[in-house]
């Protein structure tokens, strides 16, 4: 069983949609969580950070935390086309640990 | 708005010879990371390092890879004698020390011939 896992995708989604990306992991010990969109061939770029469970709302993004399921999740509102990306779910055990990265989900917003 | 800076943005190099990457973190971080990217693999971890010296390494961070801190803002990966199976994208990353937000470079590509 894979530490973290990612649906590749890609999903299309039209422009204004509600978009669900999501996550789930095998060490019930990951305490860490966030969500990075990566561009093609560019650095990820942090987008949501939680630790432990629970919901965080940023703008147009929330993340969800279910750590009884493994389970995280990060919804898009109202996506536009620059939304267009990799999401990257990514996860630590312990503060300033290293980071176990999800394979990415590809996101095709089309206007 | 601060970031994290790399250079080269790309490197072509011989297999066997030495590679450096260079990393300028933000200026009040505290904790620095290298991390790879193969071309369509995941992000993976290379090593991390606090307080002038490596805190954790992965099975990847062999004999052949050094970092090094040489001076209050640059912090530098090499690769001692680059094999085919090198080439991807290396991510330096930092965290300032009271959040656990960790951000990333740019990149270095690099590509061993």
């Known amino acids: 069983q894979k530490e973290v896992e990612q649906d590749p995708g890609p999903l299309s989604v039209p422009e204004g949609a509600i978009v669900s990306l999501n996550c789930t992991y095998s060490?019930?010990?990951?305490?860490?969580f966030m969500w990075y969109r990566q561009y093609s061939r560019k650095g990820p770029e942090l987008l949501m950070y939680t630790y432990s469970s629970g919901n965080k709302e940023d703008g147009r993004f929330t993340a969800q935390v279910d750590k009884s399921s493994k389970y995280i999740s990060l919804f898009i509102r109202d996506s536009q086309p620059s939304d267009s990306a990799t999401y990257l779910c990514?996860?630590?055990?312990?503060?300033?640990?290293?980071?176990?990265f999800g394979a990415g989900t590809i996101l095709r917003v089309k206007s | 708005e601060p970031e994290v800076t790399q250079t080269p943005s790309h490197q072509v190099t011989q297999m066997g010879q030495e590679v450096i990457l260079r990393c300028v973190p933000i200026s009040n971080h505290l904790y620095f990371y290298w991390y790879r990217q193969i071309l369509g693999q995941k992000v993976e971890f290379l090593v991390s390092f606090y307080n002038n010296e490596i805190s954790e390494k992965s099975e990847i961070f062999d004999d052949q890879f050094s970092v090094e801190r040489p001076d209050g803002s640059n912090f530098t990966l090499k690769i001692r004698s680059t094999k085919l199976e090198d080439s991807a994208m290396y991510f330096c990353?930092?965290?300032?020390?009271?959040?656990?937000?960790?951000?990333f470079g740019e990149g270095s590509r690099l590509t061993v011939l």
């Open positions: 990353a930092s965290m300032r020390g009271d959040t656990g937000e960790l951000f």
């Open positions: 990514a996860m630590s055990l312990e503060y300033g640990n290293k980071l176990v």
């Open positions: 060490n019930s010990a990951f305490q860490y």
